[in-house]
Each structure stands twice: as structure tokens, then as C-alpha cells.
């Protein structure tokens, strides 16, 4: 759930293990809902499977990021309408009326996303299996670097100035340490050494 730029909640909503789910009208599940202070709420956008960390560029565009199907892990730009591939399409292929991610892990690559934040002008993205942030170019839909050797990566959150994470080691996927799980600041970007990222 993410409090948008014109004060709305946004709340993502899986498949719920039925595919059929996402591209259904008259169901919520594989959505992406927008809620008013009142209670009432329309669907934003549909045809997810599992979407997860959502987030606003500084022109109050809204990225997702969202988990796919045997890998291809996506990251979405939404529109408000707009239906999503799954499950007929995935990774870059088209269909009229279905929208396309700008970014995916490919099929031999599973991130497992989970929360993203923007810093700098750039997309962060926690991944959970992938054992990383990824950072990314929504405008060339890249992978520019890769944050790693921390362990499972939960959520990422900017101030504007630092970038801030904190991992995901003891929830009985990962290989905690005995001092896992740990928040981190990293001060400076670029580069990204140990020395810039600090243990919290």
C-alpha cells in the first residue's frame, strides 16, 4: 500500500492462485486498486499476478514492480485503465489492448520484487530471491547496477538526500547472520562501495 501524489491510497492485490483473476472486471484480485478517504475505490489497472512495491517518479508517474511466472519478474509503468499481460502475454510480448512491462528478469532470472522507491532520478527495487536492489533506468528500461551481498532485500525508501534498505534474512528463506535482520543507510551515490553503505 502507497499514499499517492493526490493523497489517495493504492493498494496492490494478487491473483489469489487464479489466473483467470486478473483480467476479470468483477473481481479484485490481480489489481491494482485506488481508494478514496470514504471507502469507495475504483481499479486503477488490472491483469496482475502479483504486484508488489509501487512508486511515483517526480512527474507523478506510477511505477509497480510485480512478481511473474517462472521467473520474468516485471516492472510496470501504470495507467490509470490500462490491463497488464497476465497471464496471456509476458516478458516482451504484444497483444492489443495489453500492456507490456518496460523492464522484466528475463526467463532465467527470478528477483522475486518486492517494495521500490525513486532516489535520485532512478528506480530502486528490492528483491527478495534475488538477494539485491536493483537499479534501474525507467526511461531506457535498464538494469544499471546492482546492489548485492546483503542477503534478502525487503524494501528500499529515499528522503531525497540517502537511500535506506533493510533486509529480509530471518523469515526462514534466507541465510540470516546472527545479527540479521539490519537496516542500512547508504550515504552517497555514485559509487556505491562499503564504505558508503552504513549499518543502522
Known sequence: MEIGPDGLL??????????????DTNSLNGKILRMNEDGSFDIFSSGHLNPQGLAWNE????????????ANDETNRIEHGKKYGYPIIQVTEQKEGLE??????????????????FHKGKLYVA?????????????????????AGFGRVLDVYSDGKSLYFITNNTDGRGKPSKEDDVLYRVNDYPPITGGYIIRL
Open 10 to 23: 493504492y493498494v496492490t492485490i494478487g491473483d489469489a492462485g487464479n489466473p483467470d483473476y486478473a483480467q
Open 59 to 70: 512527474d507523478g508517474i506510477l511505477y509497480e514492480a510485480e512478481h511473474g511466472q517462472s
Open 100 to 117: 507490456t512491462p518496460i523492464i522484466t528478469s528475463g526467463d532465467n532470472e527470478t528477483w522475486a520484487p518486492s517494495g521500490i522507491t
Open 127 to 147: 528483491t527478495l530471491r534475488g538477494e539485491a536492489i536493483k537499479v534501474m533506468n525507467v526511461s531506457t528500461g535498464k538494469v544499471e547496477r546492482t546492489i
